[in-house]
Nanobody, 117 residues
Framework: QKRLVESGGGLVQPGGSLRLSCLVS???????????MAWYRQHPGNEREMVAQ???????TYADSVKGRFTISRDNSKKKIFLQMNDLKPEDTAIYYC????????WGQGTQVTVSS
């Protein structure tokens, strides 16, 4: 049974950095490497929004709000994707989730990112 496990969130001051990880547990290399994956975030009371995506060929796309500050990457051997977040702003505070674009899995628990002084 494939499951999404996000980690790496925390409390950070404005201007700080965090690196989020997402493991697709229960997957195998050959299956995971065929997934286009994405990071999403959800602010309290709002809809979940996509912030970054990475294709099987490692082409990346970003929401305008994070472009130039966030970097998505993947390690197929570990069945993981990552989100390096730099120059964090209070408006980046949210719960961050990952998922597969072609065949979404049940959502994981997410990881809380709080940017505050």
């Amino acid at each position: 049974q494939k499951r999404l496990v996000e980690s790496g969130g925390g409390l950070v001051q404005p201007g700080g950095s965090l690196r989020l990880s997402c493991l697709v547990s229960g997957s195998i290399f050959s299956v995971f490497s065929g997934y286009n994956m994405a990071w999403y975030r959800q602010h309290p009371g709002n809809e979940r929004e996509m912030v970054a995506q990475i294709t099987t060929g490692r082409t990346t796309t970003y929401a305008d709000s994070v472009k130039g500050r966030f970097t998505i990457s993947r390690d197929n051997s570990k069945k993981k994707i990552f989100l390096q977040m730099n120059d964090l702003k209070p408006e980046d505070t949210a719960i961050y989730y990952c998922n597969n674009l072609q065949d979404p899995l049940p959502w994981g628990q997410g990881t809380q990112v709080t940017v505050s002084s």
